[in-house]
């Protein structure tokens, strides 16, 4: 079975200050992994994608995520927070052997960045 | 503006009425989907179209239908709806269905069923 995990519903930092969003996933095999992010009345924007090579992965926005196999972890990650970061982020997994492309989405973490 | 537009952005309909969502893509991608997003609840997938044909139907109700009458368009068919699918419906395309590619998403619209 595929799935994902963000253990936390919201994420509080203040600007300036790095941030971390974590998500944990479970797959059968060797995954595809995204992040996502939901501004409020929008859809999902694509932030950044880990398929293969190297395990950083740097994306829009300044943010990079980091997959670590041996802790089946793919934490979100931005140095430096601004308050319109704030928003609604997602992780999603593809088991890489699944013959469908779907995608199992974790519940989202809230990001609010103060000023 | 991510190249996924969606009408209506929202809409309520009463328990018998019969409503259509529509969805466009402008990117050229091969492969789209409608999922269905509720409050503090991951996002539900519930059709995929690749090139036009029906490629998963994630046991959804038959009061939803999906149409994908080309590659560019995509509908979802809404009839006798329960309170209980009011929710936030959300489109997305991608390159193909392969789950190798970034998938676009549109805007949504926001269902209430009264």
């Known amino acids: 079975a595929q799935s994902v995990a963000q253990p936390e519903d919201q994420v509080n930092v203040a600007e300036g200050n790095p941030l971390t969003v974590k998500c944990t996933y479970s797959?059968?095999?060797?995954?595809?992994l995204f992040w996502y992010v939901q501004y409020p009345n929008r859809g999902l924007q694509f932030l950044l994608k880990?398929?293969?090579?190297?395990?950083l992965v740097k994306g829009s926005y300044g943010f990079e995520a980091e997959f670590n196999k041996s802790q089946t972890s793919f934490h979100l990650k931005k140095p430096s927070a601004l308050v319109s970061d704030s928003a609604l982020y997602f992780c999603a997994v593809r088991d890489r052997g699944s013959t469908l492309g779907r995608l199992y989405f974790g519940r989202g973490t809230q990001l609010t960045v103060w000023p | 503006e991510t190249g996924v537009t969606q009408t209506p952005r929202h809409l309520v309909m009463g328990m018998t009425n019969k409503k259509s969502l529509k969805c466009e893509q402008h990117?050229?991608?091969?492969?789209m989907y409608w999922y269905k997003q509720s409050a503090k609840k991951p996002l539900e997938l519930m059709f995929v179209?690749?090139?036009?044909?029906?490629?998963e139907n994630n046991s959804v109700p038959s009061r939803f239908s999906p149409e994908c009458p080309n590659s560019s368009h995509l509908f979802l068919h809404l009839h006798t709806l329960q309170p209980e699918d009011s929710a936030l419906y959300l489109c997305a395309s991608s390159q193909d269905a392969s789950g190798t590619y970034e998938q676009y998403f549109g805007p949504g619209t926001r269902l209430t069923v009264t």
């Open positions: 797959v059968s095999g060797n995954p595809y």
């Open positions: 990117l050229g991608h091969n492969a």
């Open positions: 880990y398929i293969t090579g190297d395990n």
């Open positions: 179209y690749s090139l036009e044909e029906r490629v």
